[in-house]
């Protein structure tokens, strides 16, 4: 057995054999998974490899970039990228292996590549909207038709964003009665894809109040898009029931939300625009529609006037002409008798008083039937006089400026009038019953 030896020595051993064994610095790819730019400079972050199932992972390693470097590295990788050094990001390094006898086996990072990350970001999105177009689900969104009009507006967004602010304000100075409301969320950050999601599923148990779903969110950096990238949200997004819109601000930069999104505008007073205009147009449509409608009534009811004083000047003078009628055939009559009345008494002078009664009083009786068959002509035709059936609660239909005697002149959906004494009733065919035909054929 070997001399014994202090840990501090054993660790020293340790640490000069890697010093010797890997004395260059090498390239190496990994994930962050925890990062932290301490007060004294130095950045510490530690490191992961995770495994194929992506829920665990195969190596875990901590790293430093000491604050000598740090700044330049950290602006490097900025202005390339367009974010900063974050959590969850993949990154390609330049590192030296160490051993400390204290803090043990970390990474001395000295370079890191920002191409490599741009590079991870750019597949993983593709991944991503390969999956989507897997599943079918990409552009279902736009194929949803939007109503008319899009008054009912749900936002998602943030209660202090800006862009909110901007697009209320827009929509409340336009003058037309648009009713909104906040499910508010996370914008930027890890929680994004959580907090929207849950807000989608809010306005989903109210979906019956709703026109739209409007996500904003107010400019801001491209690092604070990330969370706009990611695959539960835009499959949501995806096959939500409601067209959703997106304005989140960024007009070079386009989100995998932008992408399933139903229509995507590149800020929230971009979405407030287009909102204003089409209900603008809508009402305009209102309006002309309504004018038209106007104009067509007028001209029918015109023509329904006319048409029923025409109608009335022919009852008129066929009542004048069977009045007419029946007085001249009276006068003949009267004519007649009076003549045979005259001969009769000539010829029959002589003829007891008896039978001068029985004629006088035949002669009265039928003057007096006459009377009565007169009167009741006179009487029928004021019966049948238009104006008196309507007044009685007749009344009579048209269509087309068609009289309809019967059942079968009419089908289910025309449009027809009924005319009453005081004026006249516009209605829809629903449904028609004809009666049956009970007889048979011989």
Not at 223 to 233: K, Q, T, V
Request: charged share 25%; aromatic share 6%.
């Amino acid at each position: 057995m070997s001399t014994p030896i202090s840990l501090h020595q054993l660790l020293c051993e340790v640490g000069d054999t890697i010093h010797t064994q890997m004395p260059d610095t090498r390239l190496v790819t990994a994930e962050i998974s925890n990062l932290c730019a301490h007060s004294n400079g130095n950045c510490y972050m530690e490191l992961i490899e995770k495994g194929t199932s992506q829920t665990g992972f195969v190596a875990k390693a901590r790293s430093i970039i000491y604050r000598s470097i740090y700044p330049l590295v950290a602006l490097n990788f900025e202005q390339a990228t367009g974010r900063p050094l974050a959590v969850g990001m993949k990154v390609l390094m330049e590192v030296k292996v160490a051993f400390h006898a204290i803090y043990g086996l970390q990474l001395d990072v000295r370079v890191i590549d920002p191409a490599y990350t741009l590079g991870e970001d750019a597949r993983r999105q593709r991944e991503i909207i390969a999956m989507l177009e897997a599943d079918g689900v990409v552009g279902l969104n736009k194929e949803l038709h939007l109503p008319r009009p899009i008054r009912r507006i749900a936002v998602i967004s943030t209660a202090s964003a800006a862009g909110y602010g901007d697009f209320c304000k827009q929509l409340q100075q336009s003058g037309f009665p648009f009713h909104t409301k906040l499910f508010a969320a996370t914008m930027q950050g890890e929680k994004v894809e959580r907090e929207v999601i849950a807000a989608l599923n809010a306005i989903a148990d109210e979906m019956e109040s709703w026109d739209v779903v409007v996500v904003i969110r107010g400019g801001g950096a491209a690092s604070d898009l990330a969370g706009f990238n990611a695959y539960e949200l835009a499959t949501n997004i995806a096959q939500f029931p409601l067209p959703v819109f997106s304005g989140i601000g960024h007009e070079r930069d386009d989100t995998i939300v932008d992408l399933v999104a139903h229509t995507r505008f590149k800020t929230p007073t971009a979405v407030a625009a287009f909102l204003i205009e089409q209900y603008r147009e809508e009402t305009h449509r209102v309006v002309q529609l309504a004018e038209r409608i106007g104009r067509a009534v007028e001209l029918r009811l015109s023509a329904e006037t006319s048409r029923l004083r025409l109608v009335g000047v022919k009852w008129q003078k066929a009542v004048a002409d069977v009045k007419s009628r029946s007085r001249s055939r009276l006068s003949v009559l009267r004519s007649r008798l009076d003549i045979g009345a005259v001969g009769i008494v000539r010829q029959h002078r002589e003829q007891n008083a008896t039978l001068c009664v029985w004629l006088k009083r035949t002669l009265q009786n039928s003057l007096s039937a006459e009377k009565n068959r007169l009167a009741l002509i006179r009487k029928t035709t004021q019966m049948a006089d238009p104006a008196r059936v309507l007044a009685l609660g007749f009344s009579y239909t048209t269509s087309g400026g068609k009289t309809i005697r019967s059942v079968t002149e009419a089908k289910a959906g025309d449009l027809i009038v009924t005319h009453l004494a005081d004026g006249s009733l516009h209605s829809r065919v629903v449904e028609k019953n004809e009666k049956l035909n009970n007889q048979t054929n011989p």
